[in-house]
């Protein structure tokens, strides 16, 4: 049987909120630059909401591939420095 919507935990019922209080909008303001401190808390503009996608398996795989194949390049700096000790001890 399938748990009823109104039952599931609290992490997955986390929703993008298109309410905001009048502290949170003077900081997205002020991020955004908009925001001047001759302004009246009264009467501020409209925040527009920021909706974050999920993001998909392949696309988690894909963000995977690019880290592993940016770590290989400062590694193999560190191998070709230490590739003459080797060299120099297989000889010995």
Same mark, same amino acid.
């Given at each position: 049987?399938s748990?009823?919507? &109104? %039952? =599931?935990?609290?992490g997955?019922l986390?929703?993008?909120?298109?309410?905001?209080?009048?502290?949170?909008? +003077?900081k +997205? %303001?002020k991020? #955004?630059?908009?925001?001047?401190?001759t302004?009246s808390?009264f009467?501020?503009?409209k925040v =527009?909401?920021?909706? %974050?996608?999920?993001?998909t398996?392949s #696309?988690k795989?894909?963000?995977k591939?690019?880290t592993? #194949?940016?770590?290989? /390049?400062? /590694? &193999?700096k560190e191998? &070709?420095a230490?590739a003459?000790a080797?060299k #120099?001890k297989? =000889?010995k």
């Open positions: 049987m748990i009823d919507k &109104s %039952l =599931k935990t609290k997955k986390v929703r993008p909120r298109n309410v905001f209080t009048r502290v949170e909008r +003077i +997205i %303001l991020g #955004e630059g908009k925001w001047e401190p302004m808390v009467g501020i503009p =527009k909401t920021v909706k %974050l996608k999920r993001k398996k #696309e795989k894909a963000a591939a690019e592993a #194949e940016a770590a290989p /390049t400062a /590694t &193999s191998a &070709s230490a003459p080797a #120099e297989a =000889k």
